[in-house]
């Protein structure tokens, strides 16, 4: 692997050897008082975050520091972008001060494989470039470390059924999962109102249902996503409460669930639209979860990038 652009560019294999280093790095963190690796010590990690973010950003960058890498962040509203300079620029600029992996956040969908092209060199060589968000196109490691919090919680993902329910059409996370799940072997079911759903959503590896009702009793897990108002121009349903009160998961929704049931949300929570106050707090919940294994999941992929060993096993 030199770049992770999309999840549609893992195989079984190299997804699960993925989720198997990040529970090595977290079994290899357990208990140290110092939680510090000597991994990618000598190794520069830049952060370029062209959109607000708090989880992927902060476990970027604790996921570097951990293992020992020289972390840097970069904020769009801090640089030179400021002054107009072109994406092309700042990059090659990085790539020119010793980046040995820029993890990059865009509203563009495709800037980080446009980035990966801008900085592989003649001979090439080049950093790793990490897609942390591109527009409405994916977020590769958020469904990595989804996979990870469901592996755990339900053990093999084989056969499982998974809804992913609400603002489909905006949503990096449900197309980055669609694929992810269905290639480690889960059903995936997408439930949206119809002016939710992306064209070509025929083409995903899923069905697709407009009744979360009928759906919930038969799933092992439900993903909720954030309504992506600042996404929106126009109206894609009436109002907030009628949104709520067809696709939002409330109280009586989690009772439909099974007892082992799991309830993921990949932040920032719209508490009390499309998920509610107690169940957002109740037990099948992993919000703290998946943040947890995020920091794990991003420790294993800038490994797999920057050192490129078969497995974290041999050294830690």
């Known amino acids: 692997m030199r770049h992770l652009l999309s999840t549609q560019d893992l195989s079984r294999d190299e997804a699960t050897a993925l989720l198997d280093d990040a529970e090595r790095f977290e079994q290899a963190l357990t208990g140290r008082e110092v939680r510090k690796l000597p991994t990618l ?15 992927t950003r902060v476990s970027f960058e604790v996921a570097g520091k951990w293992m020992s890498a020289d972390v840097i962040n970069v904020s769009a509203s801090s640089s030179s972008v400021g002054k107009g300079e072109s994406l092309r620029d700042t990059v090659k600029t990085l790539h020119a001060a010793g980046a040995d992996a820029l993890i990059v956040r865009h509203p563009a969908s495709g800037a980080p494989a446009q980035i ?4 592989t060199d003649s001979d090439g060589e080049g950093p790793a470039i990490i897609n942390a968000g ?4 994916e977020h590769p490691t958020q469904a990595l470390l989804d996979a990870l919090t469901l592996r755990q919680r339900l053990g093999s993902l084989d056969g499982r059924r998974i809804a992913i329910v609400g603002d489909v059409v905006h949503s990096r996370v449900a197309r980055s999962n669609a694929h992810l799940l269905s290639t480690l072997g889960a059903e995936v079911v997408l439930v949206a109102p119809p002016t939710l759903l992306p064209a070509g959503v025929g083409e995903w590896p899923v069905t697709v249902s407009g009744n979360l009702d009928a759906e919930l009793p038969s799933v092992d897990a439900v993903m909720m996503l954030r309504v992506q108002a600042e ?3 126009g109206g894609f349903f009436p109002s907030a409460r009628e949104y709520s009160v ?13 007892d082992d049931a799991v309830v993921l949300h990949p932040g920032p929570m719209l508490r009390g639209m499309e998920i509610g106050w107690s ?4 037990p099948k919940a992993t919000v703290l979860e998946q943040v947890r294994n995020g920091v794990h999941v991003r420790m294993a992929v800038l490994f797999r990038l920057l050192v490129g060993s078969d497995s974290a096993g041999a050294h830690l």
């Open 41 to 55: 010590r000598g190794r520069t990690v830049m952060t370029v975050f062209y959109e607000n973010s708090t989880r």
């Open 116 to 119: 990966a092209d801008w900085t």
């Open 134 to 137: 591109d527009g409405t196109h």
């Open 231 to 233: 996404r929106m121009n």
């Open 246 to 258: 067809r696709f939002g998961l409330n109280d009586r929704r989690l009772a439909m669930l099974s």
């Open 279 to 282: 169940v957002a707090d109740s």
